[in-house]
């Protein structure tokens, strides 16, 4: 190694010892590793992939080390908890301990999408606006507003979403503009107000900025600048990256949206153009209540459309040439000069020409884009088949990435998620790049493990007596079972669930086994907040939480609410997803194998993060029960299970609920 690179990890090692001492922690190998090998692939600008897990202390094994550089460092999480303990909780401990070891001043700051804050001028804009309208013609809306409005106008607020009260989502939109909607900070009466510019030039001048992957995943695939300019990119929990950056690039078109859009230009510039884009949409939502009832009653037409459906493909035409046309007579009235006038134009603007694109793109998909429709929503999506290739122009060539999860191994290899987002792992390294580029095969990988000792902490069952699961939800024999562990651990169970009706079915099984012992049963339903569940489940120890993907990654309880983790079935992507289907065909096409290549690494992958909720600190004991017997019936198990933590593994039932029985009796003396 270099004098440079051994002067920047001492300092590193120096600094991080600094850090962890200014909370009160101990040093951890893992967390001293990592740190080590971040802080020389900031200096030496290379990629890195490091699967640190649970307890290593990952966060600061980065933080420190990019604090260090000197240099600008984006940070993209893909949960809101993590950006908020980043920005709240970890970095504001450890700057005082950390500006007096470098000797100067350290800043940070959290950058989000407009949509994340109040828009003080559609808040206070003296124009008819029809969202603003709705709210009064609702008592509880209106309420709502007036508190909304209270809090922005207190001195010092942020206006951020996170830290308004809490309202009713639709005032929240109504106060709140899009990034197409935005009429600019110089062009706005509110500009030197504005919550959103001031968050974004705060953000612009900071050592360390907080993102997510979302707005990050845009800015690539549209190669347009939205986040501040950086050295390095440092993706935690990126395991998720390759899925958050299909989300935010799928395109969705709804009926709502277009009549939307349709009303604001009829508003703004009435007329034949706002005529004809009011006749389209009405046609369009006519058309997509149609096809969404066509669906509902023959199932056989759900998932994956190969080509836009005939019976929408003149509506959308006609959807695109209105709008086209309204768009283009909005960009030729440049005579507005109020500011409120143009901040509507802007927001009209936006609406029209989102729409205009959408539906160009759904008119003439690609061979590498999926397109399918919802009938439950009634919505039409379009995403791409994959994102790795774009990835790897806009982002791994660009600059340094650090990936980073407790979970980034699928069989203890890199390779599945490293060529997710893009990295050439099986590349020579030769091609050519320009000065100043990062050739995307010099990424090195490494695995800090855990300070747990997993195979004293946990116990893995996996029960080969039990049916395999089919297609109606779990079995008797499973339901059963899961009775049978939650009543010997004396509830202090996460079940997880691959279905919404596994959930149900259990719900309703639970509650008749369980009736007569003091059991809290917490099941989610559609549409719950996760926080407010998980946070009753801490709080009551003998409580158990029934709930289904959401819940199965990103859950920290430790201590005894959470001594055994359920799990139903291999969460193997359902046959009717589409993009994970189309996936798997391009793999089967191409003379590979879909379920090796999609199916099995996205299973295994969701299973690590699941069985990972057990152990959470040092003190953690329990069992990780998996409910189906294909995990040791069939080859594939072994990748599985190599996934996974490295738990004490029985078949035994018996052995199991002694253990459970063992646990709860202890933490009954102790009075928990």
């Avoid at 808040?123 to 603003?132: A, F, H, L, V, W």
């Amino acid at each position: 190694m270099s004098k440079k690179g051994d002067t920047a990890t001492s300092q590193v090692r120096r600094a991080l010892d600094a850090a962890v001492a200014s909370i009160g922690g101990q040093p951890r190998e893992g967390q001293i590793e990592m740190a080590e090998a971040v802080a020389n692939a900031l200096s030496d600008r290379h990629h890195l992939l490091v699967q640190a897990g649970t307890g290593t202390g990952k966060s600061l094994a980065y933080l420190v080390p990019a604090l260090v550089h000197g240099k600008k460092v984006l940070v993209a999480t893909a949960t809101l908890a993590l950006q908020r303990q980043l920005v709240e909780r970890d970095l504001p401990k450890i700057k005082p301990a950390l500006e007096k070891e470098l000797g100067r001043d350290l800043t940070f700051a959290v950058y989000k999408g407009v949509g994340n804050y109040l828009c003080l001028q559609k808040m206070n804009g003296t124009g008819e606006d029809p969202e603003q309208e709705a709210l009064l013609e609702i008592g509880i809306l209106e309420k709502d507003a007036k508190k909304l409005r209270a809090w922005a106008e207190k001195p010092g607020v942020s206006g951020d979403k996170d830290d308004a009260p809490e309202v009713d989502r639709r005032v929240w939109y109504a106060n709140s503009v899009s990034g197409r909607e935005c009429i600019g900070k110089d062009d706005c009466a509110f500009g030197t107000q504005c919550f959103s510019a001031n968050a974004k030039a705060k953000a612009q001048t900071a050592d360390v900025v907080v993102t997510n992957h979302t707005l990050l995943a845009i800015e690539i695939v549209d190669s347009h600048p939205i986040l501040p300019e950086r050295d390095a990119i440092i993706l935690d929990e990126a395991h998720e990256f390759m899925d958050r950056t299909t989300q935010a690039v799928t395109e969705e078109l709804t009926a709502g949206r277009v009549e939307r859009a349709a009303s604001m230009a009829k508003k703004f510039m009435p007329g034949k153009a706002s005529d004809a884009l009011k006749k389209a949409a009405d046609k369009f939502a006519e058309a997509i209540a149609d096809f969404a009832d066509d669906i509902r009653s023959d199932s056989t037409k759900a998932g994956r459309l190969p080509d836009l459906p005939t019976q929408l493909s003149a509506p959308i035409r006609n959807l695109k040439d209105a709008t086209t046309a309204v768009a283009a007579l909005i960009s030729a009235d440049d005579g507005i000069v109020n500011p409120d006038e143009l901040a509507e134009r802007a927001r009209v603007k936006g609406a029209v020409n989102e729409i205009a694109q959408i539906a160009t793109k759904m008119l003439k998909p690609s061979v590498h884009q999926v397109m399918w429709f919802e009938p439950n929503f009634s919505t039409l999506y379009l995403a791409p088949l994959s994102v790795s290739a774009v990835l790897r122009k806009n982002l791994l060539t660009q600059s340094p990435v650090i990936a980073t999860s407790a979970t980034l191994t699928i069989g203890k290899s890199f390779d599945a998620i490293a060529k997710g987002i893009g990295f050439d792992v099986s590349s020579d390294g030769k091609e050519e790049f320009e000065e100043g580029e990062i050739d995307p095969a010099n990424v090195q990988m490494l695995d800090v493990g855990s300070p747990f000792d997993f195979a004293n902490q946990g116990m893995l069952y996996l029960p080969k007596h039990l049916p395999e699961p089919g297609r109606d939800g779990p079995s008797p024999e499973v339901l059963t079972e899961l009775g049978e562990l939650i009543d010997a651990a004396g509830g202090r169970t996460l079940a997880l669930f691959s279905s919404w009706r596994g959930v149900e079915m259990a719900d309703e099984h639970l509650r008749k086994v369980l009736a007569e012992l003091e059991i809290p049963i917490i099941t989610q339903k559609r549409g719950d907040s996760v926080g407010s569940l998980v946070e009753r489940f801490a709080k009551e120890p003998r409580s158990i939480l029934l709930g289904t993907i959401s819940l199965w990654q990103g859950i920290d309880v430790p201590g005894p609410s959470c001594t055994l983790v359920a799990i139903d079935r291999i969460p193997f992507p359902r046959p009717d997803e589409p993009v994970m289907a189309a996936r798997a065909a391009q793999a089967d096409e191409a003379g590979g194998s879909g379920f090796k290549q999609v199916s099995l690494p996205r299973a295994a992958l969701l299973l690590a993060q699941g069985t990972g909720r057990l152990i959470r600190s040092l003190d953690d004991r329990g069992v990780v029960a998996i409910l189906d017997s294909r995990i040791v019936s069939k080859s594939y198990g072994s990748t599985l299970l190599n996934s996974m933590p490295p738990f004490w593994r029985t078949t035994d039932g018996s052995v199991i609920r002694n253990s459970l029985k063992a646990l709860d009796k202890q933490f009954i003396e102790q009075g928990m």
